[in-house]
């Protein structure tokens, strides 16, 4: 059989192996539920599958699962006597999720010649997204672009490529390119995420109130286990709590974006936690204690402080609980990391968090003013964080 987006043929015998392979990376590619169980499946029927093994191990990989190597040793495995294109694919899969740094550079050399592998483009700007600093959001929609001939209406191209565009300022381009996406696969959580994104960044907050709840009513009950099942649940609660509706907010928050009930992978939950919570925390002044699964959620992603989206969020946690050890803890351990630019913009976050909460706001204003529009980009995430920064400056202003 033919792998249905790069026109490469697939090494297995069993063609319903490739079928069920070919559905998973549709559900890994919309964040949808059903994508583990299906490459199970598929490897089932043809254990020697590198290409399943491959996407099995990203997906065991995101989610934390214990023994995930299991999957990565049998992809590498199988790749020995798979073709050439399936061995390169599967190498940037792993490569773009153990060792990006080294890996970046050959997985854009591996699109020039292979453009249509939506799986690895994924990976590869997903990574620009968390790590590509100040000049992520061209960097990042330049890649998109590079392969659009390739991919043309490719429904989870158009989504990815939507989104890009709306980061990088492109609003009405973003948004045709996503709707776009939408229409041919309307239950895609990728999809209908990049909406919610695009209109929270437009401050349309009872449109995204509306849609996002039309779209769970529809295709709530199949998305369920979908990997963004808990963040697109996030974006609706941030709509009900910016149009006033606090109590739905945080019931939703609580059933469903929790550390202890969401489907997102550690950064995305943490992200969503602490987003939410430091939100509550600035508009009501209100602090509360940390339940425990949110404590251990910071120990899962404690050795990743030193970067200033996890040093954001984590210090966001302990600043709704009013918790100063907590903050000079993250401080501590930020220090102890190599100097850079990261390390420079998560310690003006912890101080000026630090400060917010001891109710020095003048000092926390002026440590925030250091930080320019690209230091800020250079958080890593989406505008939702930048957006984040600047409600604590404005907290900061309404206390000074």
């Not at 968390?130 to 209406?153: H, R």
């Not at 996406?181 to 239950?187: D, E, G, K, N, V």
């Not at 002044?285 to 200033?308: E, F, S, Y």
Request: aromatic share 8%; charged share 25%.
């Amino acid at each position: 059989m033919i792998e249905a987006r790069t026109g490469h043929p697939v090494s297995s015998d069993s063609v319903e192996a490739v079928k069920l392979y070919q559905d998973a990376v549709d559900r890994i590619l919309g964040s949808e539920s059903g994508a583990t169980e299906t490459l199970d499946r598929a490897i089932e029927l043809d254990e020697e599958f590198a290409l399943a093994a491959a996407a099995r191990y990203y997906l065991a990989k995101d989610a934390g699962e214990p023994g995930s190597d299991l999957h990565r040793e049998r992809a590498e495995r199988a790749a020995l006597k798979a073709s050439d294109w399936e061995r390169q694919h599967v190498g940037m899969v792993i490569g773009l999720l153990d060792q990006p740094g080294a890996t970046l550079d050959r997985a854009e050399a591996y699109l020039r010649t292979t453009p249509a592998d939506l799986l690895v483009v994924s990976l590869l700007t997903g990574n620009r997204f968390f790590y590509g600093g100040p000049t992520k959001q061209q960097a990042v929609l330049s890649i998109f672009e590079s392969v659009e001939e390739a991919l043309g209406d490719d429904w989870a191209f158009l989504a990815r490529l939507g989104f890009a565009a709306s980061e990088a300022g492109q609003r009405e381009r973003g948004r045709d390119l996503i709707e776009r996406a939408l229409a041919i696969r309307p239950q895609s959580l990728f999809s209908i995420h990049a909406l919610a994104h695009l209109l929270h960044d437009d401050g349309a907050a009872e449109t995204s109130a509306t849609q996002l709840g039309d779209w769970l009513r529809v295709y709530g009950p199949g998305a369920r286990d979908g990997q963004m099942y808990g963040h697109v649940q996030w974006h609706l609660a941030l709509a009900e709590f910016q149009t006033g509706d606090r109590e739905a907010a945080m019931q939703r928050y609580l059933s469903y974006c929790s550390p202890a009930t969401t489907t997102c992978g550690p950064v995305l939950t943490l992200a969503d936690c602490g987003g939410f919570l430091l939100r509550d925390y600035l508009q009501s002044g209100r602090q509360r204690p940390l339940d425990d699964d949110v404590t251990g959620h910071i120990a899962r992603v404690w050795g990743m402080i030193g970067h200033p989206f996890i040093a954001l969020h984590v210090a966001a946690l302990y600043a709704t609980a009013g918790d100063l050890d907590g903050l000079k803890r993250c401080e501590a351990a930020i220090e102890a990391t190599p100097e850079g630019a990261n390390r420079d913009v998560a310690l003006a976050l912890v101080s000026a968090l630090w400060d917010h909460v001891a109710g020095d706001y003048p000092r926390a204003l002026q440590t925030l003013s250091t930080l320019s529009p690209g230091a800020r980009i250079g958080i890593g995430g989406s505008n939702v964080e930048r957006i984040l920064v600047d409600l604590i400056e404005a907290s900061s202003q309404r206390r000074h």
